[in-house]
């Protein structure tokens, strides 16, 4: 028992913080309350108030990290393209390589629509409570 608070009440202390109980008023029991429920909300805002600006600095290099991320993504799909369509050059000749790549990503872009869309109407015949088709 380090601490004062911790150690236990001695009897002519615990007699005499009763008879300091019978003593007090109701109304200063209750500004005691008020105030110590007014620290805590403002405790409680000063909180939210740091997890919220420790979020949106967290945020910004989220978004930050996660746009670059696009970017260097969308630049390699070009390169690979760019790349598919020099390596079938030889065999296809140059319009051939482009309109074999360009037919290649179109199908592919048409099967990720129809998933999409499939998807899409699952979504929201779940949300209206009625049965996917």
Do not use: Y
């Not at 608070?5 to 202390?13: R, T, V």
């Not at 209750?30 to 919220?52: F, H, I, P, S």
């Not at 967290?58 to 696009?70: E, N, P, Q, V, Y």
């Amino acid at each position: 028992m380090n601490t004062v608070d911790e150690q236990p009440p001695s009897p002519a202390a615990d007699g005499a913080a009763e008879e300091a109980a019978r003593h007090r008023h109701l109304e200063d029991d209750l500004r005691t309350l008020v105030d110590r429920g007014v620290a805590l909300a403002r405790a409680e805002a000063e909180l939210q108030k740091a997890r919220a600006s420790h979020a949106a600095a967290r945020l910004k290099w989220i978004a930050l990290l996660g746009g670059l991320a696009l970017a260097l993504a969308f630049f390699s799909l070009v390169a690979l393209t760019v790349g598919l369509v020099v390596a079938l050059t030889p065999a296809l000749g140059a319009l051939g390589a482009t309109l074999a790549v360009f037919g290649g990503l179109a199908i592919v872009a048409l099967l990720c629509t129809a998933i999409a869309v499939g998807m899409w109407r699952g979504l929201t015949a779940a949300l209206a409570n009625r049965e996917a088709p």
